[in-house]
């Protein structure tokens, strides 16, 4: 099979397709005992990465050999939920054809399976420390999508297309393939959204993802770690939480919290053994008490489970948490944290199944199969930010009334920086440059 390099990787462009972006070549950059590939697809509703590997397993399998070989990984494995039937033997076939030493692992359906942390212990039996990642214990976790993207650098092209799922009060929901930078107002449109539908736009899933202010749905953009966009009514609880201020959360939360202590029981990093008690931080901010009393905030990885299926006051321990942490950080209060022992059993009885979370957030009406077939979308325009990923952002590299064509790099990463450089997604003439390069489709001349 065929290698790869860092270099590849960092000129590619990939970040992270299923977090917060953080560049792949950085992330790769290292010597681990395993090498894990997240299949679980954490989020409800989203169909993307099952639908990569039903479709791609060939391509996912050659990436991750060639992953394995770079990290000097001495096990890999594809860890996806046993539910996920036709995923896996698709996976297994392609493994079996090309006599690859990689595994699969099968999760329980719960909910977050896709947490990084969650597929090393379910994966490996390891512990990621409190307040640290998976190369603690020896593990490397990249999404199926950045290995997709990996593929797709081995066979010379960067990092400029998305599997999309559109999801919620669309009349055709489905899975699209777009370039990166097409509007999500085009998506929803070619969903056979009704313009005059008054709702609003989730980008992710509807437990983790970022609800798009309202005013604003026109700006937003598919970016490379961008893997679905739901559309809720106005009136959805999905909505009314994200909408409602942080000064209203955190009146409430010293108004009717009645330490039941569900967030904690629930919360799937304190069920790791982490020192992560949202019932006590909620205690913090009704009593008072100092952003050292609520250091454990910083542990939270804000899935959410706290507030829409745990708390039955309707709280927004998640709400809270966030606004602790990056007060948190700008005082950089960084303690040292102490594992919790937790049994087994305890944590397999309190684990969430995927399903019934996807109800009790009220999305379940959404769900659909994974499709057979996607559509491909080819935008008039694209608008790419420069920043996509973790790092710093890019600087330009083209100009207003430059002809660029698909895979051209038109962003690069400043020196000594971390960062992933970023490249046209469309053939076309560069319209505008700022925050991101705007790009309307045109035949670039000969």
Known sequence: MENISVDTIFHAGIVGGGGAGFPTWKKLNVQVEWLLINGAECEPLLKSDQYIMQTQSHALIKAAYAIAGLTGAQRSVIALK???????????????????PIELFQM?????????????????????????????????VISVSTLLAIAEAMDGHPSIKRYVTVAGEVDSPQVFYVPVGTFVKDLITAANTLVNRDTRIVMGGPMMGSVVPHGLEN????????????????????????ETPIA???????????????????????LLGHPLQPHKIMRVIAYGGSLDDAAGALLCSECGICEIFACPMGL?????????????????????????????????????????????????????????SVRALTPTQVSIPLRQHVGAPCEPIVRVGDFVSVGQAIGTVPEGALGAPVHASINGVVKQVGASITITAREVEK
């Open 108 to 140: 329980r359906p719960v909910y977050p399976a896709g947490d990084e942390q969650v597929v090393v212990r379910e994966a490996t039996g390891l512990t990621v420390p409190p307040g640290g990642i998976p190369l603690d214990v020896g593990c490397v």
């Open 316 to 372: 927004s321990p998640r709400r809270v948490n966030a606004e602790l942490k990056a007060a948190l950080r700008e005082k950089q209060i960084s303690p040292r944290f102490e594992m919790q022992e937790m049994s087994a059993p305890v944590r397999d009885c309190r684990q969430i199944h995927a399903h019934r979370a996807a109800i009790r957030a009220g999305v379940a009406i959404y769900d659909i199969p994974v499709p057979q």
């Open 82 to 100: 046993r539910t996920y039937q036709k995923e896996f033997q698709a996976l297994e076939q392609a493994i079996h054809r090309a006599a690859a």
């Open 219 to 242: 700006e937003a953009v598919i970016t490379k770690k961008d893997g679905g966009v739901l559309v809720l009514p106005p009136t959805h609880m999905l909505i009314q939480r994200a």
């Open 248 to 270: 209203v959360i955190n009146r409430r939360a010293r108004s009717v919290c009645v330490q039941c202590q569900q967030c904690t029981e629930t919360c799937p990093r304190h």
